[in-house]
């Protein structure tokens, strides 16, 4: 093979290296134009240390970024070993809003730690809210979360009525009304006054 020839495969392979770094550059998910790909694989980097501090912040701070591409990610991290960890994949996976995650969330409703419970009520609120407010919510969101109005911790009780008053489904107006009849407590009931006015006005 002589030198030309060697030469000349160099520079084919150097500008097909170009060219695919060109191509992913301006790809629509990749960082010319897309702001959360370099900040979300930063993130996701984080979330696989050995240190669950660092694991917490990562689930956290992709929360804050918002790209669905964190979502699978953030399901598997639904299994850390580190409640602090999981918490933070809850929450983060409601601020994304993406249908993946409704399934893998209902169950933490169960979960032994109030705090745990209370953030899936929070996420699965944010999952159940759309910007067409003629759309319906997924019926399984709207039955979780009046089952979480008789939570025994007050804070998950009340952070579920808040989420079916953001979300204004008529379904859950028996069941609020049904509480408030049957509460003791003045502050859940106020909750409640909030949360039927708010669904009273969504479907005015």
């Not at 701070?61 to 933070?88: C, E, M, Q, W, Y």
């Not at 809003?97 to 730690?113: G, W």
């Not at 007050?154 to 979300?167: D, F, K, N, P």
């Amino acid at each position: 093979m002589t030198r030309e020839t060697v030469d000349s495969a160099s520079n084919l392979s150097l500008k097909q290296k170009v060219q695919k770094f060109i191509t992913w550059l301006l790809h629509r998910d990749g960082p010319a134009r897309n702001w959360r790909y370099v900040p979300t694989h930063l993130l996701l980097r984080k979330l696989r240390s050995e240190s669950a501090e660092m694991r917490a912040y990562a689930a956290e701070g992709l929360g804050g970024v918002g790209d669905v591409h964190a979502v699978a990610p953030l399901i598997d991290a639904l299994d850390d070993n580190n409640s602090t960890v999981r918490r933070f994949a809850i929450s983060s996976l409601g601020k994304i809003r993406d249908d993946r995650a409704t399934d893998v969330l209902i169950p933490f409703l169960q979960d032994e730690e109030a705090d745990m419970r209370c953030a899936a009520v929070v996420a699965l609120g944010e999952l159940g809210l759309s910007t067409d407010r003629f759309s319906t919510p997924p019926v399984q969101i709207i039955e979780a979360l009046i089952n979480s109005i008789t939570d025994s911790d007050r804070g998950v009780c009340s952070a579920a009525i808040v989420a079916l008053g953001r979300i204004g489904n008529l379904q859950a107006v028996s069941a609020l009304n049904a509480l408030a009849e049957s509460t003791d407590s003045e502050w859940i009931r106020r909750y409640i006054s909030e949360a039927l006015h708010q669904i009273e006005e969504q479907n005015a």
